[in-house]
Every structure is written in C-alpha cells, then in structure tokens.
C-alpha cells in the first residue's frame, strides 16, 4: 500500500484488501477478522462521538492486552482523539495521575480497576467519564459495553478527518521528578517508524507478529500497526505467559510465530530456561530486541538454538522510537566479549554526537546522541519547559531530540553504546528513572533517607537497590517495603534489594555519593 498518513488507514485499507484474514489472535485461540475488527472499532468511534470526544481529545486505555483493547486503540483513533495507554499491573495513584494529567475525556476500564481508578479521578477533581469492560477477551466485553448506553444513531456520526501533525497517542515513561512524564507522539511520527519498518524487515500478510510488549511500552507501536498495515496476524500474549518461559517457547512454536520482539531479558531466559532445542521453530523468520543491553553470553546461546532468523538490535528512546539499528552477522562470533552496537541511525531520521556544550565531536569520540527527523516526539504533555531541555537546536533552527545516552562511533559507523548521561536506566525494556523510585520511598513515613542505584546482573541484565536510612534505626520488614512500593510503583520500579544505613555516605559537598552506594551493591 502507499504511505499512510494516519493510523487507522492501516485498518481501513487492510479490512478493505484482506477482510476475512485474521487481524488479531489471542493465547487461548480466540481471533477476529480484518472485517469485523474495523466493524468493532467503528462502533467503538461512534461510541466516543456520541459521548463527545472530539479531534484532539486525549482518551485512556486501562485494559489488558486483548482483542478488545485493539478495538479501542482503532477507535480511538478513529474518532480522531489520541489513546493513552497504562500499565494494568500499575497502582491507581499512578494511572489515575496519568489520566488526570493529560485531561482524558473518557477511559475504557476493566471493571477489576475501576473502583480504584474512580476514587483516585475524584480525588484528583478529574471529571473523565469511564467506559466499563466487564473484562477482555475475543472482544465481546467491548461490544457489550459499547452497546450498555448512548444509543447510536447513525445519521448523527460525523467522519473525523485527522490529520498527520495530529496527537496519535501519549506513552507515559518515569519522570525525574517523581511523577510520570507524557511523550506525545503524532501520527507522522508514527506512520514514518512504522514505514521504515515496512521497508527494512519486508513483512507479508502471511507473517505473524508476536504482541509481547505491553500497550502501553513503545515496542507496541510496531507490534500492533505493522502488522496491521500489512494484513498479518498480530498474536496476543498474556502478561502471565509472557513471563514463563517454558510455556512461552511452547506457545512461540505452536502459534507458528513469524517476527519476534521484546526486551533482551526475555529472550536469554528463553534460551536459558525454554528448552528450545526441543521444539520447531522454522517459521521464525526475524528476532528483534531493544530497550536494554543484551549480554553476549545470552545473546550467542539464543542463536545457536535459533539459528535461522535474521536478528536485529534496535535502539531508541520512546522519544523517537526506533532510532538506530544493527544488523547482526550470521556468523556467531564465539570470541566477542562486548555488546554489539546499537548501530547506525534508521534511514528516515538524520543523528549527531554532541559534548556538554552541544557541540559536534570528532568522528569517532565519544558524546551525547542527538536525534532529528519525522519521528522525534512532539514534546511532553504539559510540560514545555522539559520539551525545551530535551532539545539541542542548531545554528539553521534544527531542533535535534538529546537521549542522554552517549555513544561513539566504530571504524563502520555504527554506534557504540557507553552508558547514560543521566541516572534513567532501563530495567526489563522499561526506563526507570531512579529518582522517581526515591520519591516514591520518600513517602513511606518512617524513611528517613534514600538512595537508589542500578547495578549489572549476570542474569537479569540489571537489578535496582535501594539503600535506606530509618527514623529510629530499626529495620523494616522486606515485605512490607516491597508491598508499600507496589502501591505507587508498577512492578518493574519496585527495587530488587533493600539496604540500610545508619546514614548515607556523602560526597565533600553533602550530597549522596551514589558512586560509594554503587561499588557497595556490586560488591
């Protein structure tokens, strides 16, 4: 098809070109077709027209990963607002925060959250108006819910003509400040990732594309509307699922999985604990992975189980997507001992490696990435002052997207990643900022002092310990820590280990000396 402009055109031309094609498969076998998906989400439009959401509005997801929340994200958009996904696993102080923040008109909620996330809105003065699902699943809670109230009458629903520069949707990622911070993303910036897409990994309507990543975790975006454009099968996987690998392998090849995505992590615990040597996995065609570094050691065992894929390592903040990517060799290089790069800049985006003081380096020094082009964010809801400092502009009035990671070039030209600017890190594909988790335990009343670090794991790529000064120098249980913390953190913020201080180190100019903190964990 020609380069769309919006995406639901994906929908609408796949539904027009392939309508009894399987769109979207769940684990337990239940699907939709192309036809009946765009059906679906046309209701879901008329649904939020009839309740008045208009082209701009901001309108928030808290569902599981499902047929249903497909339907709503096409929906959504084609009501012309912009979808703002959330973590279901999150607390509701959080998703609450989140959807307060970015003013949504209506919330489509699984009835398991909605007690918490209505109390949270009224406490926060929200006036959203929540859509309930009784749950997920094939999408019959979508059409039951849609049909509850507002009767539809067709003659009064009205096409939403969008537009490219319009709001597509909001991904909320950790904020420094201790609240989440709102990436907005325009349709241009989406449609330009995922027509790179197109053009790099060449997918087919006969592909299946695993949904690994959660919704709300930019992975997605090419999960979810690469496949659609394309008139392949975007298969479902459970968060439970996602997690076992035993059962995941399992699942990876009976559902014949053509392109594979996720986070490093989940991939060297399938080749450590999948068993994957017992099981066919011939349709596997392309493994992608991204959103942390995936050790060697793990990396070369995955091939030598699958050796037949194309394997990718993609790069990028949530900020720009996909930025970079690298190729990797078809021969396992049995004597590397370092990461592979993260590579060169995607051809539909244009990069530079800057110092502290924004300046161009010398080819092969190290800096700070900066990336332009039609996929760099628009800014951050709400915060223009932060949309400001996260951008470098040149001397013609280029504005260049600072990821805060610093990097250098090979003799090739492909980056090399050397570690973080700031102190974001990125646990499980996710970005932590660490300041966000201290200000989370800064709450709990008998926490006097704290201090987050992220240390290297062998196995888990990276853990998070938090050390901890009590008021009256007692300990605290582990238990209660972890349970108080996964009430304002979703599960992957939640710090691994817990240490305790009489007090925390100091540098010479009284602030904690995180590099004394970090040496003591890794010890």
């Excluded at 769940?26 to 059906?39: F, P």
């Excluded at 929200?126 to 509850?148: Q, T, Y």
């Excluded at 959660?214 to 394309?230: A, G, M």
């Excluded at 930025?323 to 004597?335: D, G, H, N």
Aim: charge should be neutral; glycine fraction near 8%.
């Amino acid at each position: 098809m020609s380069a769309a402009r919006k995406l639901a055109d994906y929908l609408h031309h796949a539904a027009a070109t392939w309508p009894y094609r399987m769109a979207v498969e769940e684990t337990d076998g239940s699907s939709m077709t192309y036809e009946h998906l765009a059906q679906l989400s046309d209701r879901v439009a008329q649904r939020l027209q009839g309740m008045g959401v208009q082209r701009g509005d901001r309108v928030g997801i808290w569902l599981r990963k499902s047929i249903d929340a497909v339907a709503a994200i096409f929906g959504i958009l084609k009501a012309g607002a912009a979808y703002v996904p959330v973590d279901p696993s999150a607390p509701a102080t959080r998703n609450g925060y989140i959807f307060a923040n970015c003013q949504a008109r209506a919330i489509f909620v699984e009835d398991r959250y909605a007690r918490g996330l209505a109390e949270e809105l009224r406490a926060l003065g929200s006036a959203s108006e929540l859509v309930h699902l009784e749950g997920v699943g094939a999408g019959a809670a979508m059409r039951r819910a849609i049909n509850d109230s507002h009767p539809l009458i067709a003659a009064e629903q009205r096409p939403i003509v969008s537009a490219p520069d319009d709001l597509a949707y909001i991904l909320y990622t950790s904020g420094s400040t201790g609240k989440p911070k709102g990436v907005m993303l325009s349709h241009e910036n989406a449609t330009s990732f995922v027509d790179w897409c197109s053009e790099t990994f060449s997918p087919t309507e006969e592909d299946r594309f695993s949904a690994h990543a959660p919704f709300h975790f930019d992975l997605s975006i090419l999960d979810i509307f690469v496949s659609i454009k394309h008139g392949a099968t975007l298969v479902i996987i459970g968060e439970e699922l996602g997690k076992e690998p035993l059962g995941l392998a399992q699942f990876i090849s009976t559902a014949r999985i053509t392109h594979w995505y996720s986070a490093p992590s989940i991939l060297s615990l399938l080749a450590q604990r999948g068993r994957l040597s017992e099981l066919d996995y011939g349709q596997l065609r392309t493994v992608l992975f991204a959103g942390e570094v995936f050790p060697i050691v793990h990396l070369n065992a995955l091939r030598r189980l699958w050796p037949h894929p194309v394997y990718y390592n993609l790069y990028g903040p949530t900020e720009t997507n996909v930025c970079t990517y690298y190729q990797l060799p078809p021969r396992i290089e049995t004597e590397r001992a370092e990461p592979y790069p993260i590579g060169r800049v995607c051809e539909h985006l244009a990069g530079i490696v800057v110092d502290e003081a924004g300046r161009e380096v010398d080819k092969g020094g190290s800096g700070e990435l900066c990336i332009a082009g039609p996929s760099v964010l628009r800014g951050y809801w709400g915060a223009p002052e932060l949309t400001d400092r996260a951008f470098l502009v040149d001397s013609s009035g280029r504005r260049w997207y600072r990821t805060g990671d610093i990097v250098s070039a090979d003799e090739h030209g492909n980056y090399k990643y050397l570690g973080r600017r700031d102190r974001m890190v990125k646990k499980r594909g996710y970005r932590v900022e660490l300041g966000e988790i201290e200000a989370c335990l800064y709450r709990h009343a008998e926490i006097a002092e704290a201090a987050v670090v992220a240390i290297p794991h062998d196995v888990h790529g990276l853990l998070v310990n938090a050390h901890l000064v009590i008021r009256g120098g007692e300990r605290l249980s582990l238990i209660r820590l972890k349970q108080f913390c996964s009430e304002h953190l979703p599960g992957y913020m939640v710090p691994d280990q817990f240490t305790f201080h009489r007090e925390l180190p100091k540098t010479s100019t009284g602030k904690v000396d995180y590099q004394t903190l970090t040496k003591a964990s890794s010890s």
